[in-house]
């Protein structure tokens, strides 16, 4: 199991620390630092408390809670989020009200998760041309229903 070094920050002390709901989660859950309050078509970055330091090589992914997507209409803006390696800033999740109703939560409220996972870089090679498929450039609802 590899190691994330977390920091907590004012706004964040007393918060849980970022926790797997179950031994088979892939996502930790991670909390709000602040009371939340969103109209329908409201949109708000929200402070968590923490910073972490991921090692080189893997990302942090913000994505969406499952079950406050489908209850609430409350989504990850730009889900997944990415979360560079080199940045030691607050952790922050932009939310947005998709739902038809005002959706408020209080501090410690478990609002989104956090995926770490490997990074592959690569390079790009420039040709001419790329070679046919058996999709070639069959795009959007192209393999059908």
């Not at 499952?66 to 989504?75: C, D, F, N, P």
């Not at 560079?84 to 932009?94: C, L, M, T």
């Not at 490997?118 to 046919?132: A, H, M, Q, W, Y």
């Amino acid at each position: 199991m590899s190691k994330i070094l977390i920091s907590w920050l004012t706004n964040g002390v007393g918060l849980d620390i970022p926790t797997y709901a179950t031994a088979g989660s892939a996502g930790l859950d991670i909390c709000s630092a602040e009371d939340i309050e969103l109209a329908p078509g409201d949109r708000k970055l929200v402070s968590t408390g923490f910073a972490i330091a991921i090692p080189e090589g893997f990302e942090g992914q913000i994505r969406p809670r499952s079950g406050l997507a489908i209850k609430h209409g409350l989504t990850v803006i730009n889900a997944p989020g990415t979360i560079d390696a080199d940045y030691r800033g607050e952790i922050k999740v932009p939310l947005i009200n998709l739902g038809q109703e005002i959706v408020s939560f209080e501090r410690g409220a478990r609002i989104a998760q956090l995926v770490i996972s490997e990074v592959t870089r690569v390079e790009f090679s420039v040709v001419d041309e790329l070679g046919n498929t058996g999709r070639n450039v069959g795009g959007f609802g192209s393999t059908g229903v």
